[in-house]
């Protein structure tokens, strides 16, 4: 199978765009991450969920401490009045490197294995330096799951 | 004569081989001491070009690599980094900090015993990457600066660690190149480390201790941290102490049982790995031993690899012999003189640049001076004093350690950035305090 067969498409991250949008089209996608387009379209980086998370919530000191933290914590609340705040900027400093792509007539086992090489869940697809869509790992397991009713 | 005629076996277009290691040696250090590249790759390439150029020949550099300090070292590493899965520092942490009533004060002082105390038996940069984030949390929810708590920390890591044969890279090059035993160190060095501390403590608590306060609800907060939730495996723990315990008994048994300590080291790393991966299949087995192994901070044994070989390289070609002369005649050759000398020159050399690559020269530079004060057993004061500057020097500034730096990295990501020189406008008086009270030290007791 094809990977367009079974590719996701998804609404990209550009200049301007909120944190708040990432987040609510990542949630409506079920996908940890959206590409970072320029204008022009090109991809120019992702922005990942766990990134932005990370780099404005979550002091290195809370994450080492994770398993001590208490049940009333004023670091929690402030971590969640921060997360609020940070719904409202845009996303552009969250920007990472791009992430690995696969064009559309890629096979969707060979998105498996780089997924697997590469330690992570999901996979962008990109034809003609376009953005097609996201195939995650849940994507794969649905497709099995065709096959196998097939 | 040198010994470079016996071991330079081509020194390339027939240069001086003295002046050759010299300059590499020098550059080496110097862009070592920069940062701007990665040390380990400035030692390796120093070392490998004392060889390329002919300085000495691969069976001499070889030589000079001490493998009783890496072995100590790599066997630790494996050891500590099993060790720490099972959460048990942590869960002493948040323990010492509940066990004072969550009293700022108290929590200061606890934190800053249970520093040293591991710093003593681990290396201070582990100790350090295990208390100060517990540190962070707690100041943050009693609502206090965080920086008096780890101002005293970088402090207890580096005097705890003078303590010991395993407590700093410095003790462990040392204790290897003249064969000083675990023992040694505690019977020569441990004695003077709770003057120093107590001394600091002493001073933090009318700097900042006195004036620490919380509220009541604020420190029932610290009470409700669940440090048994950081024991993540109780197997792995009774493993982990069993071995660690065994282990720091053979450093104590070491010479009655005639091993060197890196043997065992390496023997409790390999016995933990053991113990740690029985009840795993052979394909858990490789990836849980990849990832312990992974942990060994390689980049310190490539850099401790290529410096011995560069200092090698300067040792061989005399150029160390002439040094310690140039030192013994400052000194009119008086042992008093040259042990507080060696004291004070390596604290300050030590506040101001790594350690590891000063206390490398520095041996085979006061092995020289042997003939001079009558044979190598009446350096013990010479070497006594290279250790407490080195491991207690550290504390001079903010580079002065690794694990300082360390302390630095997470303050400043979780909002409380260490300054440089408001950091050593009061650590090195504090630092100069505890060389004068070593000095004093070593007066009485060697001199």
């Known amino acids: 199978m094809k990977l367009k067969q079974i590719l996701m498409p998804t609404k990209v991250a550009t200049y301007g765009m909120t944190v708040r949008e990432v987040f609510a089209e990542c949630g409506r996608a079920n996908i940890p991450a959206l590409p970072f387009c320029t204008k022009s379209g090109r991809i120019a980086g992702r922005v990942t969920l766990k990134n932005i998370m990370k780099c404005s919530c979550l002091p290195d000191y809370i994450i080492e401490s994770a398993r001590i933290l208490g049940e009333e914590m004023s670091c929690m609340e402030d971590i969640e009045s921060t997360a609020k705040q940070l719904l409202c900027v845009p996303v552009d400093p969250y920007v990472q490197e791009p992430a690995l792509f696969l064009s559309s007539n890629a096979p969707a086992i060979k998105a498996l294995a780089i997924m697997e090489q590469n330690d992570t869940s999901y996979l962008f697809v990109v034809d003609d330096g376009q953005y097609q869509g996201a195939v995650t790992i849940q994507c794969l397991a649905k497709m099995l799951i065709r096959l196998d009713q097939c | ?447």
Request: hydrophobic content about 55%; charged content about 10%.
């Open chain 2, 1 to 447: 004569m040198h010994g470079s005629a016996e071991t330079a076996t081509h020194i390339i277009f027939g240069w001086d081989p003295l002046w050759v290691s010299s300059i590499l040696f020098v550059v080496t250090y110097a862009v070592i001491v920069s940062e701007k590249i990665n040390r380990a790759i400035v030692s390796l390439l120093g070392a490998g070009l004392m060889v390329m150029l002919g300085v000495l020949n691969q069976e001499t550099a070889i030589s000079g690599i001490d493998f009783n300090t890496l072995g100590l070292l790599i066997g630790m590493m494996v050891i500590v980094s099993i060790t720490k899965r099972s959460g048990i520092f942590q869960y002493i942490a948040v323990w010492s900090a509940k066990k004072v009533k969550a009293h700022p004060w108290g929590i200061m002082l606890m934190l800053s015993v249970v520093t040293a105390v591991f710093s003593a038996l681990l290396d201070n940069v582990t100790t350090v990457l295990l208390i100060v984030p517990v540190t962070l949390l707690i100041c943050h929810e009693l609502d206090l600066s965080p920086y008096p708590f780890l101002f005293a920390e970088i402090f207890c890591s580096n005097i705890g660690g003078t303590a010991t044969l395993i407590g700093d890279p410095p003790n462990i090059m040392i204790g290897s190149a003249v064969n000083l035993t675990f023992n040694d160190f505690l019977f020569n060095l441990a004695p003077i480390v709770p003057v120093i501390l107590l001394m600091t403590l002493g001073i933090l608590y009318f700097v900042w201790g006195r004036k620490l306060q919380a509220t009541d609800e604020a420190r029932e907060r610290i009470m409700s941290f669940r440090e048994q939730d950081a024991i993540t495996d109780t197997r792995l723990l009774k493993q982990s102490l069993t071995v660690l315990a065994l282990v720091i008994g053979g450093f104590v048994m070491a010479k009655p049982l005639q091993h060197e300590p890196a043997s065992i080291a390496m023997f409790g790393a390999a016995l933990l790995l053991l113990l740690s991966n029985l009840h795993r299949s052979p394909e858990q087995q490789s990836e849980n031993v990849q990832q312990i192994f992974a942990k060994v901070e390689w980049v310190t044994i490539f850099f401790f690899i290529g410096l011995f070989v560069a200092v090698k390289g300067i040792e061989q070609a005399g150029v160390l012999e002439i040094l310690a002369d140039r030192a013994l005649g400052l000194t009119g050759g008086d042992m008093t003189l040259t042990a507080l000398t060696i004291l004070w020159i390596s604290a300050i050399v030590s506040a101001i640049v790594d350690n590891i690559p000063f206390v490398a020269t520095m041996i085979p530079l006061i092995k020289s001076m042997a003939p001079t004060f009558g044979g190598a057993e009446n350096l013990m004061p010479l070497w006594w004093s290279l250790a407490l500057g080195a491991c207690l020097g550290g504390n001079g500034s903010l580079v002065g350690a690794s694990a300082n730096l360390i302390v630095a990295g997470f303050a400043e990501r979780s909002g409380h950035r260490i300054r440089f020189l408001p950091f050593m406008a009061a650590a090195f008086p504090l630092m100069i305090l505890s060389i004068i009270v070593a000095s004093i030290y070593i007066y009485l007791r060697y001199l």
